[in-house]
């Protein structure tokens, strides 16, 4: 796969992955809590949640584009890495921003945001892609980041850390599972 077609696919998917990433916000109820489901798919309204649905359909993209070619690349993990990280502190940065000026959430502007900040981690991916010249530890540091961001995704929702603001689901004050109506029916207010 030659590099300008990974860089039309990457931006061509922009509205697609906005759509799928907003379709796993409703997927664990729809699949009745089908607990391999949980690890994609939104369980509460957390911020966690919200940026975990984002980010997995960008990295199963990029795994896709990199098995189809994008190996041959060598700065197409770093490529990676650095818009997946740039997602969840975009995503939080923005909807603070605005809610500090709304003190509230708007759905419209909610899902707007959420496309803004695939399109921005798309676009970084195209950028860094083009324009980095990845070492070999470059590379090596992109793969140890890639794995710990997977990790922490695949950990954090079975047991989410209690503390920071993130991942405590604002509705109920709760984390993780135990912040879903359904999984845990003390928890519905």
């Known amino acids: 796969m030659t590099l300008e077609t990974i860089v039309s696919l990457s931006l061509w998917m922009i509205v697609p992955l906005g759509v799928l990433g907003s379709l796993l916000h409703f997927l664990f109820d729809w699949t009745k ?5 949980m690890l994609f798919a939104a369980v509460n309204e957390s911020y966690w949640e919200h940026i975990k649905i984002a980010v997995w359909p960008v990295l199963f993209l990029q795994t896709i584009l990199f098995v189809a070619g994008g ?7 770093p490529a990676a890495a650095i818009p997946l ?3 969840p502190i975009s995503m939080v940065g923005l909807v603070f921003a605005y809610k500090m000026i709304t003190k509230r959430n708007i759905l419209w ?3 707007g945001l959420f496309f803004v900040v695939i399109a921005l981690g798309q676009t970084l991916f195209v950028l860094v892609l083009q324009e980095l010249a990845a070492s070999a530890v470059t ?3 992109s793969v140890v980041f890639l794995v710990g961001l997977v990790a922490a995704f695949l950990r954090y929702t079975v047991r989410p ?4 603001d993130v991942f405590i689901d604002p509705i109920n004050k709760k984390y993780g599972l135990k912040a879903h109506p359904d999984i845990d029916p003390g928890s519905a207010q």
């Open 161 to 164: 850390p209690a503390g920071p």
């Open 109 to 111: 502007l909610d899902i």
């Open 85 to 87: 990280y740039a997602l």
């Open 139 to 141: 590379i090596g540091l």
């Open 33 to 37: 809590h089908n607990r391999l489901v």
């Open 71 to 77: 190996h041959e690349y060598p700065a197409f993990l």
